[in-house]
């Protein structure tokens, strides 16, 4: 079984500073792994994806995340916060088995002025 | 390029109904996934269609079916409901069967009373 584990609720940041959101998982084999925004009352939005490569990845919103295998860790990093980063953000693992996602349950960012 | 969509946006329904929640999956896709997602959990995986049947299936009862369209559209059906059924019903849709990047619509939330 694979799993997702985001170990913050919450994590608050001011504007200007970098920010890291933490996320570790669980999975048999090779991991596919993503980053999602979610707004107030709207759908998950993509962010970026590891599948294979460079482990450093760069996506939307110049958000990028760093792949450890050794640590199985994803974390989700932007060099300096904006107050519309706000938002909950979610990981999420698959695997070549199935290719559907796992979620963890989310980590609240908030980005103070 | 019209993303996800999903309809209707806002549903109240009382115990023991059935709902009917539609999906149009975004251009060039021809993969739907449906998702539940409680308040304050991440998203839990329903069944995805593919082919106009039912790849893989979560952990939910059977009360909770699907049907995909010839056009790649999707509804999900939900009988006797119950108050845990209340929730945002978020669809995805992605490029084939395997597909690695599922983008999500809007979603429905569902209030059952």
């Known amino acids: 079984a694979q799993s997702v584990a985001q170990p913050e609720d919450q994590v608050n940041v001011a504007e200007g500073n970098p920010l890291t959101v933490k996320c570790t998982y669980s999975?048999?084999?090779?991991?596919?792994l993503f980053w999602y925004v979610q707004y107030p009352n709207r759908g998950l939005q993509f962010l970026l994806k590891?599948?294979?490569?460079?482990?450093l990845v760069k996506g939307s919103y110049g958000f990028e995340a760093e792949f450890n295998k050794s640590q199985t860790s994803f974390h989700l990093k932007k060099p300096s916060a904006l107050v519309s980063d706000s938002a909950l953000y979610f990981c999420?693992?698959?695997?070549?088995?199935?290719?559907?996602?796992?979620f963890g349950r989310g980590t609240s960012l908030i980005v103070h002025p | 390029d019209a993303g996800v969509t999903q309809s209707p946006t806002h549903l109240i329904k009382t115990r023991g109904q059935q709902v009917t929640l539609r999906c149009s999956p975004k251009?060039?896709?021809?993969?739907v996934s449906w998702y539940q997602q409680a308040l304050g959990q991440g998203p839990q995986f329903i069944f995805q269609?593919?082919?106009?049947?039912?790849?893989q299936r979560g952990n939910f009862p059977d009360r909770f079916s699907g049907h995909q369209f010839p056009n790649y559209s999707s509804e999900l059906n939900v009988n006797a409901l119950l108050l845990g059924d209340s929730a945002l019903y978020l669809c995805?849709?992605?490029?084939?069967?395997?597909?690695?990047?599922?983008?999500f619509g809007p979603g429905t939330r569902l209030t059952v009373l």
């Open positions: 995805a849709s992605s490029q084939g069967s395997r597909g690695d990047t599922q983008y």
């Open positions: 999975v048999s084999g090779n991991p596919y």
């Open positions: 590891y599948i294979t490569g460079d482990n």
């Open positions: 999420a693992v698959s695997s070549g088995g199935s290719y559907i996602p796992t």
């Open positions: 251009s060039g896709h021809d993969t």
């Open positions: 269609y593919y082919e106009e049947e039912e790849r």
